[in-house]
T-cell receptor, first 114, second 114 residues
Framework: GENVEQHPSTLSVQEGDSAVIKCTYS??????FPWYKQELGKRPQLIID?????GEKKDQRIAVTLNKTAKHFSLHITETQPEDSAVYFC?????????????FGKGTKLSVIP | ETGVTQTPRHLVMGMTNKKSLKCEQH?????MYWYKQSAKKPLELMFV???????ENNSVPSRFSPECPNSSHLFLHLHTLQPEDSALYLC?????????????FGEGSRLTVL
C-alpha cells in the first residue's frame, strides 16, 4: 500500500498539556484510519479509529481528526498523563478486492513528563 | 489464557539454525497475521491467513515459512536467517480478513540472528 508519513518521531510534553501527532497519506482511496498505542515492552492496541465519512471522533481525552482534502489525520490527546507515555502508530487502509492490509506509520514516541 | 499468545518471547539463533515461532489466539477469530517490527521502521505485514488459507504474502523471503494448521494457531518457521532479520515478530488476529477489523496483537517474539 501507499506510505504513511508520521510526525513527529518523538514528542515530550508536560503532564496536563496536550499532544498532537499528525499523519499524511497519498492514496486518495484511503478510507479507514486507526491509531494504535504500544507501551514499552507491550503489544500494540487499538485506541481509536475513524472512517472517511467522518471528520472527527472523540473518546474521552483522545480525539482523531481527518482532513480528506489535505490527506492528513491527527491524534489529539488532552490533559496528558504519565500513562499516556508510549509509541503511537497511525495507519490507513483502502477498500477493494484483496485489501487485507493496513499501512502503518513509523511511530511517535510520546513521553509525558510528570 | 485469553487473547493472543506468542512463544518464545525471546529467541537467539545462528544463521544456520532452524527455529519456529508459535502464535495462538483464543478469541475465535478467523484471520491471523505475522508482522515484522524493526526499530524506526513501520510495522511490516508479512503474511495473512483467513480461515487457514494464506491470502497475502508480501514478498517475504523464502527463509520465512508460515504455517496455519487451524484458525487458532499460526507458526513462522525460520531457517538460514540473516542478521538483518533480527526484529520483533508480532502475531495478530482479527474477526475476519477485512482491513477495517481491529487487530489484536500478541506481545511479540524478539528474534536475534547472530
Amino acid at each position: 500500500g501507499e506510505n504513511v508519513e508520521q510526525h513527529p518521531s518523538t514528542l515530550s510534553v508536560q503532564e496536563g498539556d496536550s499532544a498532537v501527532i499528525k499523519c499524511t497519506y497519498s492514496d486518495s482511496a484511503s478510507n479507514y484510519f486507526p491509531w494504535y498505542k504500544q507501551e514499552l515492552g507491550k503489544r500494540p492496541q487499538l485506541i481509536i479509529d475513524i472512517r472517511s465519512n467522518v471528520g472527527e471522533k472523540k473518546d474521552q481525552r483522545i480525539a482523531v481528526t481527518l482532513n480528506k482534502t489535505a490527506k492528513h489525520f491527527s491524534l489529539h490527546i488532552t490533559e496528558t498523563q504519565p500513562e499516556d507515555s508510549a509509541v503511537y502508530f497511525c495507519a490507513r487502509g483502502t477498500g477493494g478486492a484483496g485489501s487485507y492490509q493496513l499501512t502503518f506509520g513509523k511511530g511517535t514516541k510520546l513521553s509525558v513528563i510528570p | 489464557e485469553t487473547g493472543v499468545t506468542q512463544t518464545p518471547r525471546h529467541l537467539v539463533m545462528g544463521m544456520t539454525n532452524k527455529k519456529s515461532l508459535k502464535c495462538e489466539q483464543h478469541l475465535g477469530h478467523n484471520a491471523m497475521y505475522w508482522y515484522k517490527q524493526s526499530a524506526k521502521k513501520p510495522l511490516e505485514l508479512m503474511f495473512v491467513y483467513s480461515l487457514e488459507e494464506r491470502v497475502e504474502n508480501n514478498s517475504v523471503p523464502s527463509r520465512f515459512s508460515p504455517e496455519c494448521p487451524n484458525s487458532s494457531h499460526l507458526f513462522l518457521h525460520l531457517h538460514t536467517l540473516q542478521p538483518e532479520d533480527s526484529a520483533l515478530y508480532l502475531c495478530a488476529s482479527s474477526q475476519d480478513k477485512r482491513y477495517t477489523g481491529e487487530l489484536f496483537f500478541g506481545e511479540g517474539s524478539r528474534l536475534t540472528v547472530l
